[in-house]
């Protein structure tokens, strides 16, 4: 029987390959649609096998949870 993080890890690789699918090497659909470069993801959890996110994704959620840069 799998263990939990067996689980977890294989989740996170199937929703990658979804992200990825159909798209140049190097690029991601996020989950609002927009194509971001790998290099620029962001992650909106400390859980390791979250999903990436675009930055404008990153920035909307920062807003929503009244993050002001630089305090």
Same mark, same amino acid.
Do not use: W
């Given at each position: 029987?799998r263990?939990f @993080?067996?689980?977890?890890e294989? +989740?996170a %690789?199937?929703?990658?390959?979804e992200?990825?699918?159909?798209l140049?090497?190097?690029k991601?659909?996020?989950?609002?649609g927009?194509?971001?470069? @790998?290099?620029?993801?962001?992650? +909106?959890? %400390?859980?390791?096998?979250?999903?990436?996110?675009?930055?404008q994704c990153?920035?909307?959620m920062?807003?929503?949870a009244?993050?002001?840069?630089?305090s």
């Amino acid at each position: 029987m799998r263990d939990f @993080l067996e689980s977890l890890e294989d +989740a996170a %690789e199937t929703r990658f390959d979804e992200m990825t699918q159909g798209l140049p090497n190097g690029k991601f659909r996020c989950g609002c649609g927009n194509i971001e470069e @790998l290099d620029h993801a962001a992650s +909106a959890s %400390e859980n390791p096998y979250s999903e990436p996110i675009c930055r404008q994704c990153l920035q909307k959620m920062m807003n929503d949870a009244g993050y002001v840069e630089g305090s």
